[in-house]
């Protein structure tokens, strides 16, 4: 598993790149309600979300822009975990 650091924190590098790929190039720049799944799907493929990936999905949520209702579902989502 591959890790970023950014501003001396540890994330993971899979769930940044995905987040990337789904706010640039065509599209609104948001991250969807389809996307948000993505990004919990590829957090929870081992046997638990680990702190790191908890960390990232964070990081995920403070710094990308999600469509209201995507916004929603992650909020929830994470919750959950």
């Given at each position: 598993?591959?890790?970023?650091?950014?501003?001396?924190?540890?994330?993971?590098?899979?769930?940044?790149?995905l987040a990337n790929k789904h706010t640039t190039g065509k599209g609104e720049g948001k991250l969807s309600k389809d996307e948000v799944e993505e990004l919990f799907?590829?957090?929870?493929?081992?046997?638990?979300v680990t702190d790191t990936e908890r960390a990232t999905l964070e990081y995920?949520?403070?710094?990308?822009?999600?469509?209201?209702?995507?916004?929603?579902?992650?909020?929830?989502?994470?919750?959950?975990?």
């Amino acid at each position: 598993m591959a890790y970023l650091t950014i501003d001396g924190n540890k994330y993971e590098k899979e769930l940044i790149d995905l987040a990337n790929k789904h706010t640039t190039g065509k599209g609104e720049g948001k991250l969807s309600k389809d996307e948000v799944e993505e990004l919990f799907k590829s957090a929870q493929d081992g046997p638990g979300v680990t702190d790191t990936e908890r960390a990232t999905l964070e990081y995920i949520r403070k710094n990308y822009e999600f469509t209201d209702a995507a916004g929603v579902l992650f909020d929830s989502k994470f919750a959950s975990l």
